[in-house]
């Protein structure tokens, strides 16, 4: 088949028709398939299972330092937890509290304290009028909502393969003293899969923001979720760079063990300086006596080291590189005709798939329709509005290969006709 | 020795003299024991460890409704924990949220998302100027805390032995639209052990608040927690009469397994009417897309049941009646000298020890410095400020029964000695 440009319109409508009718048919067979959530599938979790029977003596719950993790107390964190943590993101056990299973809670906190109680002196952001947040678009969807509900204004930046357009972003942080944040997944990146470059990295070190409580938000959620473990993205340690920087309170850094170990059951981590800390210390101490001392007792045993969790992380690999395969195997096809381009990213979660402009609203509607549910066009930008409406975000990781491959015959065929509708127009 | 109230100036000194050099040599004795907070101890601890093996399998994994509770998902909780939960509350499932491992972060929770968001469409607390509490004292520091920090007023409500002070509460919340809510641990309360009456629990339900976003936060936190399984005592289901009064939507209810199970790795649930449920969860899916559901079933194969957990809770009355046993049997002593009263609950965690005014944080101190360590004076009271300076907590759980003999020996001799001091002036 030529490129859909180059086709005549009789031929497009030719096409068009011959795909509506191999449409019906699918659409006959009542699929029922999900490709809307970073979910991992049950033969990842099933890797993980071990763990739940890790803890057997009382030993086996008493910290190094005599702490009984079975009890109240011990805020942000038992000993071993921050040092496991501490060896993974290459910082010191006295950056890192722990949280509980969810990240995003520790974000969600980050964000609603500043904005409650303020960071550093400064005016609670609540009382500071109007607040900004830039978000590198497309970009995390539970992110965005986490400054959306507080009414802070969400102002797109448009992300390269090499991370965030930082000519922009210096622009706005080192001139608007409104601008207090920004969401970043600076490795393997939601959804794109890019990593920030080393420049990337030290720009944002380099940032002289205009207001004294600006804070990255880096979200280093895929840190170890290499695809290729032969040829893994390395991206610098933002933590590094920002003391060499001289700025070393300017960073939030998020990691979870959610997908390596079981996502609803697993520990998370805010990794920080000892100025921040104390702060978030002082202001969390408010509503939690101390996180799941337990949980993070299983996890260490689990994981023990770097190494331990690096071979275990390659289980999770090889489970999911496939399915990232059958993904860019299907879509070749929409390539060869012109319509659709995707990123092949070396490790995170998800694909972009870029269909024409004013196309991807309807690329998903019709996958829908014939039993495929993606997630929502547009849920990778601020308020969920895509300019372009082209991106789709694919997650290949929880249908099995089957189902897989069933549901991207759907993508492709939805591409397709929904390109032939707006070229025809 | 005769009531102190009776002595000669003379006989105070003689007495207070040979008190001193008791205290002397206990000093010496160079303890370090530890009353401070409401801790079970490790045999009540060791209660719990079978849990910590339940799941074995798949099997145990995977909900009655198909729910994988190893993955994301189910933002309130898997439905047999909401089963297990409604079961021991005496409510429907579909009025249980469950949480983390911490019902004091469910109330921060319910709180912050008032004063960031609003309650029924009305402004957030955090736009409405002036906002109150009422404070039922003595109390619990942590509930007077979340309020505190957020910056809203609060004011003393006196207890009863059948409840808070409910003329004033009435004329206070039916009266006053800045009055958003009080503080209510209903049964075993914290720290005095009462139990609220029929009536208290009536006109709590029958409260028409001039504030259209008041709500009762009625934190259930003892109400397994019998030291005396064969007179417990029974209050009234606030959820019912607030039904029947024609206000469903004014409470929030909380509870956990905290002291039932392992404190640091427990379950919690806030538990309300549909209406309030359908914004609690719009609004918590924020910060987090499930709580740790594994948790949710190992709590679930444990306790099966209210009978099931009843027998457990009497493992537990067996463990700790014998300590305040030994508190009463401690502070006999100094009701006999006139100067000393304390309560003595059928259930909960704690014991209010009320001096003569003006000496509990003196007799604190003095603990302090022969080392013995309670909670700071005042703690219970908003602020910490206790008006009269006379109520001790006494949280009898934690020490075992030998070094709890030797505390209560140094907070009598403590006592004494702050209350001879106070009355040779």
């Not at 830039?134 to 992300?159: A, S």
Request: glycine share 6%; aromatic share 10%; net charge negative.
């Amino acid at each position: 088949m030529k490129n859909y440009r180059d086709l005549t319109p009789e031929e497009m409508k030719q096409e068009l028709a011959q795909l509506r009718h191999v449409y019906d048919q699918v659409k006959a067979e009542k699929l029922e398939l999900n490709m809307a959530r970073g979910k991992p599938a049950a033969d990842q979790l099933d890797l993980s299972m071990p763990m739940l029977n890790d803890l057997n003596t009382l030993d086996d719950l008493i910290s190094e330092d005599g702490t009984d993790c079975r009890n109240y107390g011990t805020l942000d964190g038992i000993i071993e937890a921050k040092k496991l943590i501490a060896d993974l993101m290459e910082v010191k056990p006295e950056n890192v509290f722990v949280g509980g299973n969810a990240s995003l809670q520790l974000m969600y906190i980050m964000v609603a304290n500043a904005w409650c109680f303020g960071i550093d002196g400064c005016q609670p952001w609540c009382r500071q009028g109007t607040v900004k947040f830039l978000c590198p678009v497309p970009g995390y969807d539970r992110h965005f909502r986490i400054t959306e509900v507080f009414g802070i204004q969400l102002v797109n930046i448009p992300m390269h393969e090499d991370g965030p357009d930082m000519d922009l972003v210096e622009q706005y942080v080192n001139n608007d003293p409104t601008v207090k944040g920004i969401w970043c997944v600076p490795k393997y990146s939601n959804p794109d899969g890019y990593s920030y470059s080393d420049e990337t990295v030290r720009r944002f070190a380099a940032l002289k923001p205009a207001a004294k409580d600006f804070r990255i938000f880096w979200d280093n959620a895929y840190f170890f979720h290499h695809l290729d473990f032969d040829h893994p993205d390395v991206i610098l340690n933002i933590m590094d760079e920002c003391q060499k920087a001289g700025s070393p309170d300017l960073v939030y850094e998020f990691m979870s063990t959610s997908k390596m170990a079981l996502p609803g059951a697993s520990i998370s981590a805010v990794i920080t300086s000892p100025h921040n800390m104390d702060q978030l210390k002082h202001q969390i101490s408010a509503q939690i006596i101390s996180f799941d001392k337990v949980n993070q007792m299983r996890q260490v045993k689990f994981f023990k080291d770097p190494q331990h969790l690096a071979e275990h992380m390659k289980k999770h690999a090889a489970l999911l590189l496939p399915k990232f395969q059958t993904v860019w195997d299907a879509f070749k096809e929409l390539g060869d005709l012109g319509i659709a381009r995707w990123t092949t990213p070396r490790g995170g979660y998800f694909i972009s798939l870029y269909t024409l402009p004013g196309c991807a609203k309807r690329t998903v509607q019709l996958c829908k329709e014939a039993g495929v549910t993606l997630t929502g066009a547009g849920a990778a930008f601020p308020y969920g509005i895509d300019p372009e409406d082209s991106h789709i975000r694919i997650a290949p990781s929880y249908p099995s290969l089957d189902d897989l491959k069933k549901a991207c015959r759907v993508v492709v065929l939805s591409v397709k006709i929904a390109s032939l509708e707006k070229l025809i127009g």
